[in-house]
């Protein structure tokens, strides 16, 4: 059992009489907030009837000169796939705006593929009609890549959600392109991997999704990024081209590596439709701790303590101020089973050896306590503590879109900087916010910089904007870690790319999709 070395005595670490009252004391407390899924949430607050302005009123934006759909083509379509075209406005609703509800286009069209073959031939239709089209996963973007902003064509991948094959000896998972996160990680569970990619919004984004966006996720301190552990993949190009790249090799060096020109390309380079992907081991061992600090500092501290004392068993290090921490509790009525502290560090190890593990932990603990990095602390060994942890980090975006319009910024900066940004941007915006927060994972250098307001203003836009971005360039950051461009930072894609490999990338657009109907108005901004 891990222990710890308190007042002479060695205490229990899963015994404590008032958890919730101690500090200076590690404890396993029983948790007192319900377990609500993130991704049920998730779905709810994207069925709400709260719209947004349409985006080309909010932002002033011009409709490129595409072709518009007509009963012609929508007789096509229901040739291409019968019965799978929908055209109600009620339930185009939820697709035509982002979860957020800060974007909102007006398609008219909802086209479900099955396969491969069928995203060929609608791609093939709308490029000769000269018809836009915006792919659509899950639906759980931040940065309004997954809605039109005018009348595109949605093309769904939801119905495409099978697995195709998996092996059990080197863990490579073969599956299209709409998969649900969470229901990948419960099929290769039961084959003892696990994905991975692990998001909050898992219970509702898809696969492909992850894979147009590079989605970083929790533990990518462990597992690496996305990219490298995605063995191959399938997408078809605008004009209906199959790029079959499902190769499920470890190692493949003949040619350019196609697959990362579509990762992160945000469907505007084609519509990814199937992913060969390698699954890690399932770890045997688990443990979640909650740790709280006085200041950033610490809690920097407490990352280089974890990475010598806990080294290949770390697999998550996130951090979150204590504003986060009100908005969980007030917003969603989770409890924080510590005593308030100015900022939370939430840990994460994994290993086939639980006492191994244990041993480690124990010392990283009693050494972090030992000199006051830390001031409180829990941990969590069994499965349903540890979902009640992570909910307390999972569910700070969910808690933040209770609060008001919110502005986010997904950045990389050095992390010794990482916070500083935040609390300048406190002092900058004023009483003029409803609050400013900061979280993220530290262990690779990811802030999420998170402004709420009662409601959308130009006027705070212009004091975060340019702002954030260009303070996060002068400290050789990037403004898009894991979420992309998308629609919101198209344009601001300069503060983080030389003007050589934006016009790199405008060329390599024009090349796949000349006519430019694959997710316009996204990530790239136009060669004119």
């Known amino acids: 059992m891990l222990g710890m070395t308190f007042a002479g005595l060695r205490v229990p670490l899963r015994w404590c009489p008032r ?9 396993m407390a029983e948790p007192r907030w319900g377990k609500a899924s993130v991704s049920s949430t998730w779905r709810l607050l994207s069925g709400t009837s709260i719209e947004p302005p349409l985006t080309r009123e909010r932002y002033g934006v011009s409709r490129l000169p595409f072709s518009r759909v007509t009963a012609q083509d929508l007789h096509a379509f229901q040739q291409l796939v019968p019965g799978r075209v929908v055209t109600d406005e009620e339930q185009l609703r939820s697709h035509n705006t982002d979860w957020l509800r800060t974007v909102r286009g007006h398609s008219e069209v909802l086209l479900k593929p099955e396969s491969t073959a069928e995203v060929s031939q609608l791609l093939r239709y709308c490029n000769e009609r000269n018809l836009a089209v915006t792919p659509q996963g899950g639906n759980t973007g931040m940065v309004g890549g997954s809605v039109p902003v005018f009348d595109e064509i949605l093309i769904s991948t939801a119905l495409m959600d099978q697995v195709i094959s998996f092996d059990n000896v080197s863990g490579a998972l073969v599956c299209q392109a709409g998969c649900i996160l969470e229901s990948l990680n419960q099929y290769v569970e039961g084959q003892g991997y696990i994905m991975p990619l692990d998001l909050g919004a898992k219970g509702s984004c898809h696969i492909g999704g992850n894979l147009a966006t590079n989605a970083g996720g929790l533990r990518l301190l462990r597992y690496g990024s996305l990219r490298g552990t995605v063995l191959g993949l399938e997408a078809v ?24 020109l579509l990762i992160g390309s945000e469907g505007t380079l084609g519509l990814i439709t199937a992913v060969s992907i390698l699954c890690p081991r399932r770890p045997c061992a688990v443990n979640v701790a909650l740790l709280g600090c006085k200041s950033f500092t610490r809690v920097l501290e407490v990352f280089a303590m974890c990475r010598d004392l806990l080294g290949e068993i770390l697999s998550a290090y996130e951090f979150l101020d204590t504003e986060c921490m009100r908005m969980v509790q007030t917003h969603l009525k989770l409890s924080n089973p510590l005593t308030d502290s100015a900022f939370y560090v939430l840990i994460e190890t994994s290993g086939s050896c639980a006492s191994h593990d244990e041993e480690k932990l124990n010392t990283f603990l009693e050494r972090a306590l030992d000199s006051g990095l830390v001031t409180a602390g829990t941990l969590a060994t069994d499965q349903g503590k540890i979902k009640a942890l992570w909910a307390l980090r999972e569910r700070i ?9 919110v502005y986010k910024y997904d950045l990389s900066l050095p992390v010794n900087k990482l916070y500083d940004l935040v609390a300048e941007t406190r002092v900058r915006v004023g009483t003029s916010a409803r609050s400013v927060v900061g979280y993220g994972h530290l262990g690779d250098g990811n802030l999420h910089l998170n402004v709420t307001a009662d409601s959308h203003s130009d006027t705070l836009l212009a004091v975060l904007e340019p702002f954030v971005y260009d303070w996060t360039a002068r400290h050789c950051g990037s403004i898009s870690a894991e979420h992309g461009l998308g629609f919101k930072k198209r344009d601001h894609i300069h503060y983080s790319k030389s003007s050589a490999a934006v016009q790199l990338m405008q060329r390599l657009k024009h090349m796949l999709d000349p006519k430019g109907i694959m997710n316009p108005y996204k990530t790239i901004p136009s060669i004119d």
């Open 19 to 27: 958890p919730w009252a101690v500090t200076s004391m590690f404890c």
């Open 237 to 260: 190009l605008a004009d209906g081209t199959i790029l079959n790249c499902l190769s499920s090799l470890r190692k493949d060096n003949t040619g350019y590596d196609l697959k990362q």
């Open 397 to 405: 975006t969910e808690a933040l879109s209770h609060d008001g319009y």
